[in-house]
């Protein structure tokens, strides 16, 4: 593997700031009853505990909080029911561990601004870039959070049916070139960009998306993978999310290996493990 200098990736939070010269580990916790890997769901005080406590044990640096269960036909849930959810959960998270960065998976503007008046700074992970609520770009504008971009077509209920592409890889550019443009326009600066791996694209369509990851990097901002014990690995492999951790560990470390900066993981320690290995392999002593 060629050497290379070591690059800083920097997300500024409010007064904080993450600043690493390796890539970053996301851990998932879902404030959910139906996410699609049941290990992720906690919505008991006591589950909630141990999910965080487990993930800061190993080494996360964010922990990606959802309460909105984004798996392929999955039961849409009110904005009052999320924001319940995620108020539950982080009341706990920031009592065990109130120095790590938090992101939020959500696509609504309203669950943005009430979780923000009664928690202050946080990342938004926003699956549909927004599509799905006009105001998202300048609700993260107004209190001028970091925000994390997502490719998907539809939404999760429909995300699924028959995505088609007449080029993929110039589609998604495309979009993200869009999305960046418009995120800039409204005073967004702080953007992270996710090619949405899982999301209305097939098996095919996701491992092509992998081999050209590279050219995401130009341009020049953080990039973000979520591959964690998907369907991409699982159905390929004939086997369960439950099964799935060896495959998760393969594809991040292509992933790394080809540009990646954020690994967005439910199994914490593993993706420390491979970061850790990429990173002596890339930047060894001759």
């Keep these: 593997m060629q050497i290379e200098n070591k690059k800083i ?13 390796r890539p970053l580990v996301m851990g998932i916790i879902n404030f959910t009853p139906d996410s699609f890997y049941s ?9 909630i505990s141990e999910r965080i406590e487990t993930m800061v044990s190993e080494g996360a640096d964010i922990i990606d909080a959802g309460a909105y269960s984004s798996r392929p036909g999955a039961d849409d849930v009110s904005a009052a029911e999320e924001i319940r959810r995620l108020e539950q959960g982080l009341k706990i998270l920031k009592k065990i561990a109130p120095d790590i960065p938090v992101s939020i998976d959500t696509f609504r ?11 202050g700074y946080f990342i938004v992970n926003d699956i549909s870039a927004g599509e799905m609520d006009d105001n998202m770009f300048e609700t993260v504008a107004k209190f001028r959070l970091p925000y994390i971009a997502m490719h998907m077509k539809g939404n999760p ?11 993929l890889m110039r589609e998604i550019i495309a979009y993200f ?25 097939t098996i095919e369509q996701n491992y092509k998306l992998l081999n050209n990851l590279k050219e995401f990097k130009n341009f020049g901002l953080p990039l973000l993978v979520g591959f964690s ?5 699982y159905k390929l492999l004939n086997t369960t999310p439950e099964k799935s951790l060896n495959a998760t560990t393969v594809v991040n470390t292509v992933a790394l290996m080809n540009g ?19 990173e002596k392999l890339k930047y060894k002593n001759n």
């Excluded at 503007?109 to 928690?119: N, Q």
């Design 109 to 119: 503007s309203e669950v943005v601004e009430c979780i923000f008046d009664k928690f």
């Design 229 to 233: 014990r998907k369907s991409m690995l």
């Design 9 to 21: 990736i920097e997300i500024i939070c409010g007064n904080r700031k993450l600043s690493k010269t």
């Design 177 to 201: 070139t869009e999305k960046i443009k418009r995120l800039r326009d409204v005073g967004v600066n702080d953007i992270i960009i996710d090619p949405g791996f899982g999301f209305a694209k």
């Design 157 to 167: 209920q429909t995300m699924q049916n028959n995505p088609v592409y007449d080029n």
């Design 39 to 47: 290990q992720s769901r906690a919505v008991t005080e006591i589950q």
């Design 260 to 278: 990646a900066d954020i690994l967005r993981v439910h199994d914490v320690r593993a993706a420390v493990e491979t970061v850790e290995i990429i």
